[in-house]
């Protein structure tokens, strides 16, 4: 098979045969990386314990692994959190807003929600993410 | 005391090439990005370009330079930012030279099973727009994985990574038309002049 007649004409091609090869693969390369990342929600972060900060003080931990409703004395009065099947919502809040309650269910690893009024926030704990980020640069 | 040393024509075309990569990076990063991450990557045009004409050796010290000096005049030398930069020229330098060596394997066991024989490796070579695909993914995927690695370790970045290498697609074919259309004006010009002056070779 002779694709090309000539040395110049070989240099000339705006497209070979290899970059029509790596073209397509790159092609197959992104939408692989759609499937696994975009439609595959096995891929979030399994959360294993839930962290409840109160104020400035030290985050408490509690395992997802059994189901408790825990009461925290919060600024202005009680919060209730709930832990069930390895999820974590607020179910009652002392403020105003309730912006807490209505946030739902936190489900992965990373997930937060905070009681401003009151001064509580939890938030979800994985194996990977000990920190958000570290900023930097310019 | 007045210091003196040699220089070789080689050391003359990178300080050249460098000098065009670094003003080509500085210019490119004075423009605003839509979205974090994004860049043309237009100073890679020549990094490939060097590879292309003058082999790994030569990109590797343009690229190198490129990422010292248009850093230091940028003032975010070993910063995150600098850090990034380094690891994608590394990571898409590395895997040029991977895919060349990969295409020469391909192109020896084609001569071994064909008949006639393949008398050039430039037939099964990739182009420039091949090579400039396989440079801007992992440069992409490079930056990408020491940014999550080391600054932002949260699986939450990954949903980013489809898009950035969309983007990386796209950029890199547009990149590698530019170098493409660079070194075939280029090696148009060669032949010319040795049309002109065949007792010159």
């Known amino acids: 098979m002779v694709l090309y007649k000539s040395r110049l004409e070989v240099e000339m091609a705006i497209f070979k045969p290899a970059d029509v090869f790596i073209l397509l693969s790159a092609c197959f ?106 900023a930097g640069g310019q | 005391m007045k210091l003196h040393f040699t220089t070789t024509h080689e050391d003359h075309r990178v300080a050249l090439l460098a000098a065009l990569a670094i003003t080509i990076h500085i210019i490119e990063s004075a423009f605003p990005s839509p979205l974090p991450g994004i860049k043309p990557g237009l100073a890679n045009v020549v990094t490939l370009f060097t590879f292309m004409m003058y082999g790994w050796k030569t990109a590797l010290q343009v690229s190198l330079l490129r990422v010292i000096i248009s850093s230091l005049l940028l003032g975010t030398f070993l910063s995150p930012t600098f850090l990034l930069s380094l690891s994608g020229a590394l990571f898409s330098l590395s895997s040029l030279i991977l895919t060349q060596q990969l295409f020469y394997l391909f192109h020896l066991t084609l001569r071994l099973f064909s008949r006639h024989g393949l008398s050039d490796n430039n037939y099964s070579q990739p182009g420039a727009i091949g090579y400039a695909i396989i440079a801007s993914i992992s440069h992409m995927s490079g930056q990408f994985l020491m940014a999550w690695y080391f600054f932002i370790p949260h699986p939450g970045l990954f949903k980013l990574l489809p898009i950035l290498i969309t983007f990386a697609v796209i950029l890199g074919i547009v990149s590698g038309i530019i170098t493409q259309l660079t070194i075939s004006q280029l090696k148009r010009k060669q032949i010319q002049k040795s049309q002109l002056q065949p007792d010159n070779q």
């Open chain 1, 29 to 134: 390369l992104t939408a692989w990386l759609y499937a696994v990342f975009w439609f595959d929600n096995a891929q979030q972060g399994e959360a294993d314990s839930l962290l409840i900060q109160l104020a400035d003080n030290e985050p408490v931990e509690y395992t997802l692994s059994k189901d408790k409703i825990i009461t925290i004395q919060g600024h202005i009065g009680p919060s209730l959190i709930e832990i069930k099947q390895g999820k974590a919502r607020f179910i009652h809040s002392s403020c105003r807003n309730q912006f807490c309650v209505f946030h739902g269910w936190l489900t992965v690893a990373g997930d937060t929600t905070a009681c401003l009024p009151n001064r509580v926030s939890i938030s979800l704990k994985g194996t990977l993410n000990d920190y958000d980020a570290i």
